[in-house]
């Protein structure tokens, strides 16, 4: 058969793809329509779940390379060496919309980076901000519900997301930065990603350092104001990254490090597993340690961004979790979605498969491929079937509080960190940053503004008293 021949999924020549069968010109069709039928039914079922956040985006391969040697702190293979390259996939996205909604809006921008190193699949599921809204998943759903349409009518609801906010002081620090003006980015490419969380690092003698991943824009930071993005199309951010790549203009990261001892986190003046917090800067500088380039386009979309199953549990030896109470839910979260949305099997689809050997005892499940027949339980008699190695272990996590019990973070400072970054922008930011705020808290019942005016003044008097005069200013 010539590769032209259009053929059924099962591989059969079909005849004729335009016509049903029928009886007769003005009779019924008949029951041997299996080709149409074929395409009715499969047709039907050309949709996934959406992802419930982040659903909107759009991903790329490229190749990470390494220029600093990280072997003082971690084992991960992809670290050692100076110029080892490894291949990526990035995705990157909006958070609140679905995908019905625009690349412009006002969001946060999810940053998931696969490393597909020769020991494993390590993913860094980030975004393009270095905190986060919350540091508790307990708050998860209700803060996504809050910032998602409301469910009576369907329509985006300014007063609802600022209830929220004003519940939670511990948004107040991702608050600012997403109504500064970097809350819309002008693409993908001009924008910074963070880890967010705080990773563990450890070495192949057993020690073990506390880290934070940033890739920093080589493009320049830019970004557009409410006016501008309410104008652009909505596909624009996934056409800009498409045709950059297509035109060889391969957009690139600079990739740092912090990296803090353990005895340096237990005096470290801010919780340094807070997810609503960073590591300053001038306490912690950043390392320059490789490059992050995207370079090729995906050819189908939805086979490859559409199930593309990013997990913060995919680490690798000489990587793990800290214990931020964010990344610990994350854990569990991620792989559950990818098992509802995607199936059991995710990990094996061309986008997700691990590019070294994969050796365990999972069989069975929806859509189980390149499964074999041997033994499939541990331990077993067989010399040649896969073992554990007990040297892979990370070193044992040394708890200093002992007690299992909800555990309230109401005492944090959720207001300095904010502060800090106000008083880093210039008058005219400060002056864009409590339009934007006054735009959307105007909207919320007094009492909630009264709220949210009371943190501002924790963080600094001059954000509060700005902001509640723009709002005067709106509403007279
Ligand atoms: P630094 O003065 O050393 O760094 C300030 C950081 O703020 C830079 O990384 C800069 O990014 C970033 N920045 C500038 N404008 C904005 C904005 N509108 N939204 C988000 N980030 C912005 O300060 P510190 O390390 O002492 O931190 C002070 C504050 O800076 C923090 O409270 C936090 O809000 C913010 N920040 C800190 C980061 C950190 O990891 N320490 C990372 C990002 C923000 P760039 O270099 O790309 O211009």
């Known amino acids: 058969m010539n590769d032209k021949q259009l053929t059924t999924s099962s591989g ?62 971690t084992r991960a293979s992809f670290l050692q060496a100076v110029g080892d390259q490894t291949e990526v996939f990035l995705r990157f996205s909006t958070v609140g919309g679905g995908q019905d909604s625009s690349d412009y809006a006002r969001d946060p921008r999810g940053f998931a980076v696969k490393f597909y190193t020769d020991e494993g699949n390590y993913d860094i599921v980030g975004n393009n901000t270095p905190v986060f809204f919350l540091n508790d998943a307990m708050k998860f759903p209700d803060f996504v519900h809050s910032q998602k349409k409301n469910p009576r009518s369907n329509l985006p609801d300014a007063a ?65 104001m409410n006016e501008e993005a309410s104008e652009l199309p909505s596909h624009g951010a996934q056409q800009d990254l ?53 370079n090729r386009n995906v050819d189908n979309y939805f086979a490859e961004t559409e199930q593309a199953a990013f997990a913060p549990s995919n680490f690798v030896p000489g990587i793990g979790p800290s214990p931020d109470k964010m990344l610990q839910a994350r854990l569990l979260a991620y792989q559950d979605a990818h098992r509802y949305r995607v199936g059991v099997n995710h990990n094996t689809l061309a986008v997700n498969a691990p590019k070294c050997p994969v050796h365990n005892y999972q069989r069975d499940g929806a859509m189980a491929s390149g499964q074999d027949g041997r033994q499939n339980f541990y331990p077993n008699d067989q010399q040649d079937l896969p073992q554990p190695e007990a040297s892979m272990a990370p070193p044992p996590l040394l708890l200093e509080e002992a007690w299992v019990q909800p555990y309230s973070q109401d005492e944090e400072d959720y207001y300095s960190q904010a502060g800090d970054l106000y008083r880093l922008l210039s008058d005219d930011e400060k002056d864009r940053l409590a339009v934007t705020i006054a735009g959307g808290l105007g909207q919320a019942s007094k009492g909630a503004q009264q709220r949210v005016l009371g943190f501002l003044e924790k963080a600094d008097p001059s954000y509060a008293a700005r902001v509640g005069l723009e709002i005067a200013s709106q509403q007279a």
Request: aromatic content about 14%; proline content about 6%.
């Open 12 to 73: 059969a020549p079909v005849a004729d793809d335009n016509n049903s069968i029928s009886a007769g010109g003005r009779g019924p069709l008949t029951f041997d329509n299996y080709h149409l039928f074929e395409k009715l039914t499969h047709f039907n079922r050309e949709r996934i779940p959406e992802r419930v956040v982040h659903a909107r985006g759009a991903g790329a391969y490229g190749t990470f390379t390494l220029s600093k040697s990280l072997s003082q702190f």
């Open 160 to 224: 609802r997301v600022w209830e929220y906010w004003a519940n939670h002081p511990q948004s107040l620090h991702q608050m600012t930065i997403l109504m500064s003006d970097r809350g819309i980015p002008r693409s993908w490419r001009h924008m910074n990603g963070y880890g967010s969380h705080t990773f563990s690092f450890y070495n192949s003698d057993g020690a073990r350092y506390w880290m934070k991943w940033h890739f920093k824009t080589d493009q320049g930071i830019e970004c557009v």
């Open 242 to 294: 498409v045709d950059a790549i297509d035109r060889g203009n391969f957009p690139s990261w600079t990739v740092k490090v912090q990296i803090m001892t353990e005895a340096q986190a237990k005096t470290f003046p801010v919780n340094p597993f807070d997810l609503t917090k960073v590591w300053p800067h001038d306490l912690v500088p950043m390392e320059t340690v490789g490059k992050l380039e995207l």
